[in-house]
């Protein structure tokens, strides 16, 4: 089984800054992409930031400059370092990974639970 955790979610004031790990267990061969989504009340889950196993970065025009993805690939983690945050980042946080299993040598998508990110006073 390959599980994917996120942490680090919680409430912060506007201005602050709050980052988020994510952790991939089990059975795992190799770890291609990983990254970040949100998901905001009635909106669609979209892309905050994906890092790729090379270390390429890509990021949602609303958090360029702003938000740093970072991946240790030895520890299986991928962290997003969030800073200057304001109300319209408030969301649930999804970790993502896309992982080659050890026991079928197949590729596929993993997804975390989510955590939840408040900006708010």
């Known amino acids: 089984q390959v599980q994917v955790v996120e942490s680090g979610g919680g409430l912060v004031q506007p201005g602050g800054s709050l980052t988020l790990s994510c952790t991939a267990s089990?059975?795992?061969?190799?770890?291609?992409?990983m990254g970040w989504y949100r998901q905001a009340p009635g909106h669609e889950r979209a892309l905050v930031a994906t890092?790729?196993?090379?270390?390429?970065?890509e990021y949602a025009e609303s958090v360029e400059g702003r938000f740093t993805i970072s991946r240790d690939s030895a520890k299986r983690t991928v962290a997003l370092q969030m800073n200057d945050l304001n109300a319209e980042d408030t969301a649930v946080y999804y970790c993502y990974a896309r992982i080659l299993s050890a026991v079928t040598m197949r590729w596929n998508d993993y997804w975390g639970r989510g955590t939840q990110v408040t900006v708010s006073t």
């Open positions: 089990g059975n795992i061969h190799h770890i291609g992409h």
């Open positions: 890092i790729t196993s090379g270390g390429s970065t």
